[in-house]
């Protein structure tokens, strides 16, 4: 009787095995393939033109002013200090112009009382002279030759063959003694530079603190945000950001993470291009500023907390140079 109870359950076994293969053959059959998240751009450099805008030529405002500061020499020692001091006015005035230039700002409302600000300044080649000549003359470095030594520090810069990207998060609360404490997560990987070929073109890298949940309560959040400069495309590589046909530098992101929530897609578009370059040489910086207080010459460790605040660029400005040479 054994045998033939064993019999019974070795068909029940094989009957089951031959359903569990007949079901995955069918499910398989008209299974439904989940959409995936498409693959990144392979990044490249282009051939043709000079793609990378780190191999640049400097700044003429970076020699002269740095020469009228007097510290490579031709100035006598009781005119240098107010010589120095007139250099990095103008040096300043330099390094804003360049930070206003290149920096998009997009303000998202939490609360009625509080905000934060997202602002994605890039970091172009003049924008990083002008913040280097700040540090050599705050720190009185003699430097013989300055152009050929600012053109050793930015092609440092260019060996990294991407275009770089400071993003800043800063939290901005009218009321500081009824702040509203939210959770704010940008999905950082997703933030595409769309270029004139509508192509969109994800981070190679990127700070990996910018994708983590950011308390509104804290202190800003910063760190760079790098893209390629060239992308393969149908066996062409492609410049992301040529200069012929894009006008405007756009970054997008489809939605921002509010306390879990997702927000409204944003965009930051920042002129790159003018259709007609005039290439009007402009005079130098005026130095005259009796608003600029000598202890506010020096570089920041961190931005402004308001945008509408009336030293906001100046302060910026700061916060982007110590930046760019922080750990020199």
Not at 6 to 25: D, F, H, K, S, Y
Not at 257 to 273: E, F, M, Q
Request: net charge negative; glycine share 6%.
């Amino acid at each position: 009787m054994s045998g033939g109870y064993n019999e019974r359950v070795r068909q029940l076994q094989t009957a089951r095995w031959w359903l569990v293969i007949i079901l995955a053959a069918g499910l398989s059959a008209c299974e439904i393939t989940p959409s995936q998240t498409p693959a990144k751009p392979t990044p490249c450099m282009p051939d043709a033109g000079n793609a990378n805008p780190y191999n640049s030529s400097v700044h003429e405002w970076v020699g002269k002013i740095y020469g009228d500061s007097g510290i490579a020499g031709g100035s006598s020692p009781g005119n240098l200090e107010l010589q120095v001091l007139d250099a990095r006015h103008k040096a300043l005035k330099f390094l804003i112009e360049e930070t206003f230039r290149w920096t998009d700002i997009r303000t998202i409302r939490l609360s009625t009382s509080s905000e934060v600000h997202i602002i994605i300044t890039y970091i172009h080649p003049e924008l990083i002279q002008a913040a280097y000549l700040s540090e050599i003359l705050e720190k009185k470095y003699v430097v013989p030759d300055i152009d050929a030594h600012v053109d050793q520090v930015i092609s440092e810069v260019a060996r990294r063959e991407e275009l770089l990207f400071m993003m800043t998060v800063i939290p901005h609360h009218r009321d500081p003694f009824n702040m509203s404490k939210n959770k704010l997560m940008i999905p950082v990987e997703k933030m595409n530079l769309t270029n004139s070929e509508n192509i969109p073109v994800p981070p190679s890298h990127y700070d990996p603190n910018l994708d983590q949940p950011i308390d509104t309560t804290q202190e800003p959040v910063f760190g760079l945000v790098a893209y390629p400069i060239g992308i393969q495309s149908n066996s062409r590589c492609l410049w992301v950001l040529d200069n012929t046909y894009n006008t405007n530098i756009v970054i997008v992101t489809n939605t921002l993470l509010i306390d879990g929530v997702n927000g409204d897609s944003h965009a930051w578009t920042i002129r790159y291009k003018p259709l007609i370059d005039l290439g009007i040489p402009k005079g130098l910086p005026d130095s005259s500023q009796p608003n600029y207080d000598i202890r506010q010459l020096p570089s920041a460790t961190i931005p402004p907390s308001n945008i509408n605040d009336a030293d906001f660029w100046r302060d910026y400005s700061r916060f982007i140079w110590k930046q760019a040479v922080y750990g020199k």
